[in-house]
Each structure stands twice: as structure tokens, then as C-alpha cells.
């Protein structure tokens, strides 16, 4: 059972003031921890999407297929196109982002084994009920994500198949908190 992980790193950080993907949290840029928590031996493939050349160069490095984002104004629906079709072969898609700091490579890892289990259900990282991401989409809701536009993401898809929906519990409630301000990064 092949899962493909794509990370989402073209965001602008309107809300945020800049681009948030370079700050540190402990010392590590945000998209570099978001990088190093993938169970890289556990996937089919890693695929960064991003229109930073920064992060395209370090998601080379770390063996990651880097994949340009030309069209990033359009939202994140670019960014998941743009990943899904650098992974259309895999069984499942885990999309992740960049700002949740806290993430583990533990609650990935029981996102998979819970994907393993169930291959044609999403499967949502949450805490205590409270759906978040990341989240693994099985390959028959494909064109259903490539056909988003605009600033959609996957949760439009969600809405349309909530008995797909389950939900697996992260290590610790803080994983699935992220940031939207800099003065997220100091708490």
C-alpha cells in the first residue's frame, strides 16, 4: 500500500506578514521541520510543492522530489494539483503543510498504519475530535482534488464524503496547532 506525502509550501503568509516557511521554530525553519519529520522510509515518495527556490533546493537535498509552483496566486488548489499528479500512482495521498511546528513523525506514522487498515477512507490527523491535518486521501478521490480551483483545499472534498471521514488521534494536542502569526512561533 504506496502513500505519497506532499508537502504544501507555496503560501504567501498574507495573514502571517511574510513568508512564514522560513522562520525558525527552535532554531529549524518551519518548512525544513515539516521536511524532517516525514517518515521518508515509510512512503513511496516525498513531494514538495512550493514557488521558493529555497525550498525546492533543500527538499532536493533531503531526497525529496521538488516540484515548482508557477502559478501560486491561483491558491492552494495549484499546489495540490501540482502534487498529486508528481504522485498520481501512489494508492494514497498524505498532504501536510509547513506550519504545524509540532508535528511528529509518530502521528504520520499512525496516520499510515490507519491508511494500511482502511485504503479507501480519508484519513484525518485530530485531537480529541477535532479534525486537522495532516490528512491521507485514497487514490479513487484523485480527480475529485484535481479538479479543485481557487483557494480550495481538500476539505471541500471532505464535505462531499464525510462516511469516508476517519479521524486518528495525534501524539499530543499541540501537533495539530499552527501558525498564523509570528507570535505563534514564541508560544
Known sequence: MGVAAILLA??????????????????????????????????????????????????????CLPVLNCHPWEGISASIRLGLLAAKDADGALFAVCDQPRLTTES??????????SPEAIHALSWQGRRGNPVVFPRALYPELLA????????????????????????????????????????
Do not use: C, M
Request: aromatic share 6%; proline share 5%; charged share 30%.
Open 10 to 63: 507555496s503560501g504567501y503568509g498574507r495573514r502571517y506578514g511574510s513568508n512564514k516557511l522560513l522562520d525558525t521554530w527552535e532554531g529549524v525553519p518551519l518548512y525544513r521541520r515539516a521536511l524532517e519529520v516525514l517518515p521518508l522510509d515509510r512512503l513511496d515518495r516525498a513531494v514538495v510543492v512550493s514557488q521558493y527556490g529555497e525550498v525546492l533546493a533543500e527538499a532536493g537535498r533531503l531526497g
Open 148 to 187: 479543485l480551483t481557487g483557494d480550495t483545499g481538500g476539505s471541500a472534498v471532505l464535505r462531499r464524503h464525510p462516511e469516508r471521514l476517519r479521524l486518528v488521534e495525534a501524539a499530543s494536542p499541540g501537533e495539530l496547532e499552527d501558525v498564523d502569526r509570528p507570535e505563534d512561533l514564541a508560544h
Open 108 to 117: 504520520i506514522l499512525r496516520l499510515l498504519d490507519s491508511f494500511e487498515k
